[in-house]
């Protein structure tokens, strides 16, 4: 049902980046480099000063243009004011010892294992630290002399002050209109979810089916979250009258959580093969009449037919999606400010007794001090750094430091063993496709100057604009540049490229190497501590549920939400080298993260207890309770490496979930189905683990629900 054409590929690409962060990325570092690059070569003809000199403060506009991520404005503005300075220290560095060899390497090795050390301090450390390392690099590439400073700091200068206006006037981060845009941008997720949802209801898909609805629904959780980053970034003054943080946080939750139960109703009724051809075609065309009215499309006429939802003979399943299809249509239509009573809390008392809650942010107190983690990268990258220079230099005298960036590199923003191999490899792949794409482009632009200009601007646009999108990407665009940059200069030859290929393979080697020999950050032990923490922020909800009744706190419900799927998005984003590397895939590792994606799924639609017998009322809090017990066990035990599992979790109390208590005719309520199903998803997350260590695996129940995200 890709009549949606322009509107839904336009919704898909809009929902790929929510903010702008990545547009702004890229254009940050096309401006920051071409406007230093212009006015430096008008003060290069006045001065008379040679333009490859003055490339330094080009550089400095670039990466500061990019690499400034301060979350608030007055924090990048102290880091922009701290950037000249750092990158002047460097350069002077660097043209001081770039006479002596030794001295020169000595203190590249020096500079390395500060920078990284650096990292520690947050944004504002790992942005110096990156300029202060390129700058002195810079500053050794060139063999600057003392008499050539006073140029090149001038450059420096420059490259700062048009990184300053870009960021501050040119490109700044306007939080409220961010708010507005990622505001829009998520009822457009929304949207996509629900056309993808109406391609998929006639289809009889398998795989592909579940993939598409996890990557819609995956598009609407993200972009609540990026709302609540934006949300936080505003001042309570510059929201609408009326209108607070936690009545928008709240619509966010409702919203989302009103389609990921038409998502996840969607799913169970195709997987359980619960409607009849005609139920699925009438469901198609109700779901198509939401997303049209979504995005003010005016819906045709229906056509007269049967009507296999509102018939006595509808099936449960047609049923279901039908009552939440009303649901977010509700929810969709009510403006923002509104006040609805669909979701109230059963939350009292204080959101986390003192211990626990410091227990959470703190982490276990009882664990011996170990080596900082900044520390102990930068003792790897100074190693990698010192071998790659020796193989540099065995490659080739003068362009050694091709190896030494690409050994820092790997490093830059990797946190385990896992990160650093797979960027090594990202490097790795990105250098030897961008030298073939560079090989071809050389012999059709050499000559044009005006069209090798315009590539070397858009290499660096793409290049910043695919970062995070993928690292391979960067480094393909980013020597394609190279070479565009090579054949403007008549510096290009197709030995030099091969030559940086070998360097950036050594490199990129070495790099991989130390991370696996040196103070190794096992990958799948972070895997497990993150999600040790997803386990605990769970307990502390259905503590929530537990807890005896008392005055309703929305906000409550709403940060534990968000903080799951903060959490579960580590547990993902620690887990990639496992599950997306090319050659071997981490089955358990990823069964671990849907095991996970499944609990947080439940608990997110744990509902407040309604009016029950005090006996039934009594049952369901025991359970929760026994539940919050079972969630923190399973996260001591993945903290402590798996050690100390017992054979099994034993029977929730107060009794099976499905006996319901005397003198209730219906059925359970829908509390008592979610925690039936936590129950379930916590059994299968034990013998998960005791499989992953050897034991004997038991076979489990798999609850049905929207699949992983």
Not at 210 to 220: D, L, M, N, S, Y
Not at 388 to 399: D, E, K, N, P
Not at 673 to 678: F, G, K, P, T, V
Request: net charge positive; hydrophobic share 45%; aromatic share 6%.
């Amino acid at each position: 049902m890709r009549a949606f054409q322009p509107s839904y590929a336009w919704d898909c690409f809009v929902a790929s980046d929510p903010d702008l962060s990545r547009l702004k990325m890229g254009l940050r570092a096309l401006l920051g480099m071409g406007l230093t690059l212009v006015v430096l070569a008008v003060l290069g003809q006045l001065l008379h000063q040679p333009t490859s000199l003055g490339m330094v403060g080009m550089m400095v506009g670039m990466m500061t243009s990019v690499s400034v991520q301060d979350p608030l404005p007055p924090q990048e503005r102290i880091t922009l004011l701290c950037v000249p300075g750092v990158a002047a220290a460097a350069v002077c560095l660097g043209a001081i010892s770039a006479p002596n060899l030794v001295v020169s390497s000595l203190l590249f090795l020096g500079v390395t294992f500060l920078v990284v050390s650096a990292r520690r301090f947050g944004p504002r450390g790992t942005a110096l630290g990156t300029i202060a390392f390129m700058t002195f690099f810079f500053a050794l590439f060139v063999h600057a002399s003392a008499a050539q400073l006073p140029w090149m700091l001038a450059s420096v200068g420059v490259g700062s002050a048009v990184a300053f206006g870009v960021r501050t006037w040119l490109i700044p981060e306007r939080a409220l209109s961010a708010l507005r845009r990622t505001l829009r941008v998520y009822r457009r997720s929304i949207s996509l979810l629900l056309a993808e949802l109406a391609q998929v209801l006639p289809s009889q898909e398998g795989r592909r089916r579940e993939k598409r609805i996890r990557r819609a629904f995956r598009w609407v959780n993200e972009g609540a979250m990026e709302v609540e980053q934006h949300l936080e970034r505003v001042p309570p003054e510059g929201l609408a009258p009326g209108l607070s943080k936690e009545e928008i946080r709240e619509r966010l939750l409702e919203m989302e959580l009103a389609a990921e139960r038409l998502a996840s109703s969607v799913y169970q009724g195709l997987t359980q093969n619960g409607l009849t051809p005609s139920e699925r075609q009438d469901l198609q065309a109700k779901v198509a009449t939401l997303w049209r009215e979504s995005r003010g499309i005016h819906s045709p006429p229906a056509e007269s037919g049967p009507q296999a939802i509102a018939s006595q003979d509808a099936s449960a399943a047609a049923t279901k999606i039908e009552s939440a299809l009303n649901k977010l249509r509700e929810v969709m239509a009510r403006p923002f400010g509104a006040h609805s009573g669909a979701r109230p809390s059963h939350a009292s008392g204080p959101p986390l007794p003192p211990q626990e809650e410091a227990a959470e942010e703190a982490g276990p107190a009882s664990k011996p001090l170990k080596l900082h983690a900044s520390t102990r990268q930068a003792i790897q990258a100074t190693v990698a750094g010192g071998l790659a220079m020796i193989a540099g230099h065995a490659l080739s005298s003068t362009r050694w430091y091709w190896a030494v960036v690409a050994s820092f590199v790997v490093f830059n923003r990797a946190s385990t063993r896992g990160d650093i191999l797979l960027r090594a490899w990202h490097r790795a792949l990105g250098t030897v496709v961008g030298v073939m794409a560079g090989l071809l482009l050389a012999t059709v632009v050499s000559g044009h100057r005006d069209i090798e200009i315009a590539l070397l601007f858009a290499c660096a646009f793409l290049g910043f604009y695919l970062l995070r999108v993928s690292y391979a990407w960067m480094v393909f665009w980013f020597t394609t540049l190279l070479v565009v940059l090579y054949s403007l200069t008549g510096r290009y030859s197709p030995d030099l490229l091969y030559l940086r290929l070998w360097e950036t393979l050594a490199g990129a080697s070495i790099g991989a190497l130390v991370a696996v020999v040196l103070l190794p950050s096992r990958t799948r032990v972070r895997v497990w501590q993150t999600s040790a923490d997803v386990l605990r922020s769970v307990a502390s909800s259905l503590d929530v549920v537990a807890a005896p009744p008392g005055p309703t706190n929305g906000r409550l419900i709403v940060e534990r939400v968000r903080r799951i799927d903060t959490q579960l998005r580590e547990v993902r984003e620690s887990a990639r080298p496992l599950i997306d590397r090319m050659f071997f895939v981490g089955q358990d590792t990823r069964r671990l993260v849907h095991a996970l994606a499944s609990i947080a799924f439940f608990v997110r639609h744990l509902e407040p207890l309604g009016p029950l017998s005090t006996t039934e009322e009594n049952a369901l809090r025991m359970t929760a309770a026994g539940l919050a017990e079972k969630a923190r066990m399973l996260a001591s035990v993945l903290e402590e490496g798996g050690t100390g599992l017992p054979p099994d979790l034993g029977v929730t109390p107060p009794q099976r979930l499905e006996d319901k208590p005397p003198g209730n005719a219906k059925t359970p309520p829908p509390l008592s189905l979610w925690l039936e199903r936590i129950d379930a998803a916590l059994m299968e997350l034990h013998d998960l683990i005791r499989g992953i260590h050897g034991q004997k695996e038991d076979s489990t129940a798999h609850a049905t629900s929207l699949p992983s995200r």
